[in-house]
């Protein structure tokens, strides 16, 4: 069977730091609550003249560079983003244009949240069939233009970024050992954004409803995602005869800091095998684990042979677990 593998990753966080302090000014709230409640003290922000392939993009071009391999080579863009620069065409067609991939095929996939383990696991399944030999898999978000920033309940933890990883075929020991992926639907208005599909297309009533912004229970998906992330890593590492200890990173999504303490308690893991980056991030939907992972190769935190852990929990609801050999 072919095995697939991550041989290049990339990302990218625009200039803009908005502090806590400044969205103190914005909503009534403050740095220590937002500290205290999320982990986060910082996050990015586009910039005007930005849009989400442009950050997509960036990502590609680096983790291509680091790679060594030309755009012309890839044959597969997926590209998992919850705010893509139009309804269509697809946010990975312009970051193909962007970056010259002219051979690939390109299209995005919406999983919120978990959008970057779907789209690594759908490109793992491309290597795997054969299909194709070179797949970008890219998590990239402009959260921040569907964010109300008078609404203290998610203004305080959304942010933008993106990160990409570029999957071959692996002839080593490296490899995307596996991912598994779930949803549920009955829990879809817990954290949605209404406006723009065919359920709401945009009339200046749902502007004045402000349904173009997204909406979040956020304590009651805080529960759930608690819980399912426990249920879906432990189901994954059952299935493989691995117990914690044998997992030397766990790349969780950084969605909220006690969440991850809360799921790395449940799973037994230590805080110091546990990569954490919210803090200068904040919640960058489908874009934070390969900006984290990234983050950890850059850091040397991920050596030959490390077994990575990396769990991610979304709006639908939509979780994923997946289990790699680096
Ligand atoms: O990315 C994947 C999907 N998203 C998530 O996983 C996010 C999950 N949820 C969360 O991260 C958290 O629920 C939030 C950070 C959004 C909110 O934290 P919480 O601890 O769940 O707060 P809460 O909504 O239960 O509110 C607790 C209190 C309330 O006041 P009272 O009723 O106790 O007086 C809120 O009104 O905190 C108040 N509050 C705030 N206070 C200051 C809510 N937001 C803020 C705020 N600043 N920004």
Redo the contacts with the bound molecule.
């Keep these: 069977m072919i095995r697939a593998k991550i041989v290049g990753v990339g990302a990218y966080a625009p200039k803009r730091i908005l502090t806590n302090h400044e969205l103190e000014q914005m909503?009534?709230?403050?740095d220590a609550?937002?500290v205290e409640?999320?982990g986060v003290r910082e996050r990015r922000i586009a910039g005007a003249d930005e849009v989400t392939s442009d950050l997509a993009a960036h990502a590609a071009r680096q983790a291509l560079a680091r790679a060594g391999i030309q755009p012309e080579e890839v044959d597969l863009i997926v590209c998992a983003t919850t705010s893509p620069d139009m309804v269509f065409p697809s946010t990975a067609i312009f970051c193909q244009q962007k970056i010259g991939a002219k051979r690939a095929a390109a299209f995005d996939l919406f999983a919120t949240?978990s959008g970057s383990l779907y789209a690594l696991s759908v490109a793992t399944q491309f290597i795997r069939s054969g299909q194709a030999q070179t797949v970008l898999a890219i998590g990239a978000e402009i959260l921040s233009r569907i964010t109300d920033f008078t609404d203290?309940?998610t203004c305080?933890?959304l942010a933008d970024g993106a990160g990409a990883a570029l999957l071959c075929p692996s002839t080593d020991a490296s490899e995307i050992l596996d991912i598994q992926l779930g949803s549920d639907g009955q829990y879809w208005d817990y954290?949605y954004c209404a406006a723009g599909g065919t359920k709401h297309p945009i009339s200046h009533e749902t502007v004045d409803q402000k349904l173009h912004y997204i909406k979040?229970k956020?304590?009651e998906?805080?529960k759930v995602?608690v819980r399912t992330l426990e249920d879906v890593t432990a189901a994954l590492l059952e299935k493989h005869g691995i117990v914690t200890r044998d997992i030397d990173l766990f790349i969780p999504?950084q969605?909220?800091l006690r969440?991850i303490r809360a799921a790395a308690k449940r799973l037994g893991m230590p805080m110091d095998k546990v990569f954490v980056n919210i803090d200068r991030y904040g919640?960058t939907?489908a874009a934070s684990i390969y900006i984290a992972l990234e983050e950890a190769v850059a850091q040397g935190r991920l050596k030959r042979g490390d077994l990575i852990l990396m769990a991610a929990?979304?709006?639908g609801f939509t979780w994923g677990a997946g289990l790699l050999r680096w």
Excluded: D, K, P, Q
Excluded at 27 to 30: D, P, R
């Design positions: 909503v009534e709230t403050s609550w937002i409640r999320t949240c203290r309940g305080i933890i954290l979040m956020g304590n998906v805080f995602a999504h969605a909220n969440i919640n939907g929990f979304g709006g």
